[in-house]
C-alpha cells in the first residue's frame, strides 16, 4: 500500500499556482521543452513576523523560515530516548514501513541509529502468506480469500485450529507486536516531519509518514490476536492487547500533523469496537470491568485537531507558500491537476505575478487558520459544525468568484486585487478538510462514551443478572453522571431488549435513525450500541 503523504493535500493547489513561482521554468524556443532554471528571477519581499510567517524562527540559510525546523521543535519538547514510542515502533517496523525508506535526517532526529535492513519485522498477512508460499484456502481463487479470512478473525472469537495459518502469522509477529507493545507503554511520541532523501532543502508538503500507515497494520495484529486469546479463554491477555491498541492510537495521534490525529482516531475506533466485541462474549465481572475502566481512564491525553490546525497545518500552508513565492515549486513535483482556467493562465503572465504582495497573501491566509481554530475550539458540535458550516460557505463562494471569464476583470485592479487572487485561490484549494476532522474527532469522544457507558452497564449485570430500565439508574454507583449525547445536548436513547439492550448516539446529523448506523440497510447516522453484540454481515 502507498504510504500517505502529506503532499497528496497539496497536489492540485501547487499545479494550478507554481507558474506564480517567477520563472521556475523558462521555455526553450528551439525545443520547446521546459528547461528548468537554476535559480529564481528575484527573491520576494517576505517580512518574518507573527503575522506573516507566523513563527520567527529558525531562519535558514537563505532567510527564510525552516518551517519543518519549528514543528519539529515544538513536537519533540520534553522527548527522550527513554520516553519516545517512536523509538521502539521503528525496532518493530524497521527502517522501510510500509515499504518506504525513511530517510537518515528522521533516525538522527530519533536520536538511533536506522534499523538493520533484515530483521524480524511487523509483515502484513497478504504479505507473509506469498512469502511462505502457503496455498489459498479451499475454494478460494485469489487473495482476497485471506483479507476475508482475517476480517472474520477480527470480528469473533476464534481457535488456532479454525484459522492455522493466522495463528502461525502471529506466532512469527510475535517479537514486532512485543516491541509494539512496550512502544505504547511509554508516554511521549514524537516522528519527526523530514522530507525524502536526498532534497536540498526540505518542503513541508514531500514529508512521508509511512509509520501512521503502518500503525493500522499493527491494530489489525493486536485485534486478530486478542480474537484468538478470547476464543481460548484467555481473557485478561486478550484485555492486555486491546488496551495496548487503545494507547497506540492515542500516541499515534500525537503525532503534528491531521492525518496522524485521523490515523490515532482510527485506531481508537478499531479498538473501541473490539473492546465491544469483548463484552459481548464474555461478559465480564464488576471487578473486571472496573479494573479496565480504570485503565482506561489513564490513556494518555488525546490531542486536538485544533492543535493540528494551528500548527503543523498553518505551518504547512505556509511553506508551501513561501516555496512557491520563491520560485522553486517544480512541476516534477506534482502529481496531477489541471490549468486549463482562463483565469489561473492569467496570472501565470509575468508583469501580473511579479505584482503579488506575498506578506499580504500570508496575513490573509493566517487569518484564516486563526477563524478555523476559532470555530473548532466552539464549545458544543452544534456551534462548531454552524461555524465550520458558514466558513466552508464562504470558500464556496471565494472559489465562485475565481471562475469564468469575469475573473480576469479583477486582476486589472492592480497589486492589491492580484494579490487577494492569490491568496482566496490557496485558500480555496486548501481548507475544506478541516470539517470532516472534525467531525471525526467528535464521533471518537462519543464512541469512547458510549463504550464507558457498556462497561458500566456490564457491570450492573454482573452484580443484579439483568439490565437497568434506565441509563439513570446507573448514577452514581457505575457512572458519575447520566450520559449526554454530545451531538444534540440531550440524553442518550436507550431501551432494554429481551436478551439484552441497545442506547444509542444520534450522529452528526442529529437525528434519530432509531438506531441505525452507517452499516445498516437503510443506512443511519447514529452510533448504537447492542448487546449482545451481533456478528458482522
Known amino acids: 500500500m502507498t504510504a500517505i503523504r ?8 501547487i499545479f494550478l499556482l507554481m507558474c506564480l513561482s517567477h520563472s521556475a521554468f523558462a521555455q526553450d524556443a528551439a525545443s520547446n521543452q521546459p528547461v528548468v532554471k537554476s535559480k529564481p528571477v528575484f527573491v520576494p519581499k517576505i517580512t518574518i513576523g507573527k503575522e506573516t510567517t507566523w513563527v520567527t524562527e529558525p531562519v535558514g540559510p537563505n532567510g527564510f523560515i525552516d518551517y519543518l525546523a519549528a514543528v519539529n521543535h515544538r513536537h519533540s519538547q520534553g522527548v527522550t530516548l527513554q520516553n519516545n514510542a517512536v523509538v521502539l515502533l521503528y525496532q518493530a517496523m524497521g527502517p522501510n514501513p510500509d515499504r518506504t525508506r525513511q530517510p537518515d535526517r528522521f533516525f538522527q532526529l530519533l536520536g538511533i541509529e536506522p534499523p538493520p535492513e533484515e530483521g524480524t519485522y511487523y509483515e502484513g498477512l497478504g504479505n507473509w502468506w506469498r512469502r511462505k508460499e502457503k496455498p489459498l484456502p479451499e475454494g478460494a481463487v485469489d487473495l482476497n480469500a485471506i483479507s476475508d479470512m482475517e476480517s472474520t478473525a477480527q470480528s469473533r472469537p476464534w481457535k488456532a485450529k479454525e484459522f492455522p495459518e493466522i495463528a502461525e502469522w502471529l506466532r512469527d509477529l510475535d517479537v514486532p507486536l512485543q516491541f509494539a507493545a512496550e512502544a505504547a507503554s511509554r508516554t511521549e511520541y514524537f516522528s519527526p ?4 532523501q536526498g532534497k536540498e532543502e526540505g518542503k513541508m508538503i514531500e514529508v512521508l509518514l509511512p509509520g501512521a500507515q503502518l500503525a493500522r497494520g499493527f491494530a489489525r495484529a493486536f485485534i486478530t490476536r486478542a480474537m484468538l486469546r478470547l476464543g481460548e479463554g484467555d481473557d485478561y491477555a486478550a484485555l492486555r492487547d486491546l488496551f495496548v491498541l487503545h494507547r497506540l492510537g492515542r500516541l499515534v495521534g500525537r503525532g503534528p500533523t491531521m492525518i496522524e490525529g485521523l490515523v490515532g482516531i482510527a485506531l481508537e475506533s478499531m479498538a473501541i469496537e473490539a473492546e465491544l466485541r469483548m463484552i459481548s462474549e464474555t461478559q465480564p465481572s464488576a471487578r473486571f470491568v472496573a479494573r479496565y475502566r480504570k485503565q482506561l481512564d489513564n490513556l494518555p491525553t488525546r490531542s486536538l485537531m485544533a492543535d493540528k490546525i494551528d500548527v503543523a497545518e498553518r505551518a504547512m500552508f505556509l511553506d508551501c507558500c513561501i516555496h512557491i513565492a520563491r520560485g522553486n515549486m517544480h512541476i516534477e513535483e506534482i502529481a496531477g491537476g489541471d490549468a486549463d482556467n482562463s483565469f489561473l493562465k492569467k496570472l501565470v503572465e509575468g508583469a501580473v505575478v511579479q505584482s503579488v504582495e506575498w506578506d499580504e497573501v500570508l496575513k490573509t491566509s493566517n487569518r484564516w487558520y486563526d477563524r478555523m481554530v476559532t470555530a473548532v475550539k ?15 460557505e464562504d470558500i464556496q463562494a471565494l472559489a465562485k468568484k475565481r471562475q469564468g471569464p469575469t475573473a480576469l476583470l479583477q486582476l486589472l485592479g492592480g497589486s492589491p486585487a492580484i494579490t487577494q487572487a492569490v491568496a482566496e485561490t490557496l485558500i480555496t484549494l486548501l481548507l475544506p478538510a478541516v470539517r470532516q476532522a472534525h467531525r471525526a474527532e467528535d464521533k471518537i469522544v462519543q464512541r469512547m462514551q458510549n463504550l464507558d457507558v457498556a462497561l458500566a452497564l456490564s457491570a450492573w449485570r454482573s452484580e443484579h443478572d439483568s439490565y437497568p430500565k434506565s441509563l439513570a439508574d446507573l448514577v452514581p454507583k457505575y457512572l458519575a453522571v447520566v450520559p449526554i449525547d454530545r451531538f444534540n445536548g440531550e440524553p442518550l ?7 439484552g439492550y441497545l442506547f444509542y448516539s444520534v450522529g452528526q446529523n442529529g437525528k434519530d435513525d432509531e438506531g441505525r448506523s452507517f452499516d445498516d440497510n437503510p443506512r443511519g447516522d447514529d452510533l448504537p450500541v447492542q448487546m449482545p453484540k451481533p456478528q458482522l454481515k
Open 493 to 499: 436513547h436507550y431501551s432494554t431488549t429481551p436478551d
Open 193 to 196: 516531519v523530514v522530507p525524502p
Open 378 to 392: 466552539l464549545p458544543t458540535y452544534r456551534e462548531r459544525e454552524a461555524s465550520l458550516a458558514k466558513l466552508d
Open 6 to 13: 502529506v503532499r497528496d493535500r497539496f497536489c492540485t493547489l
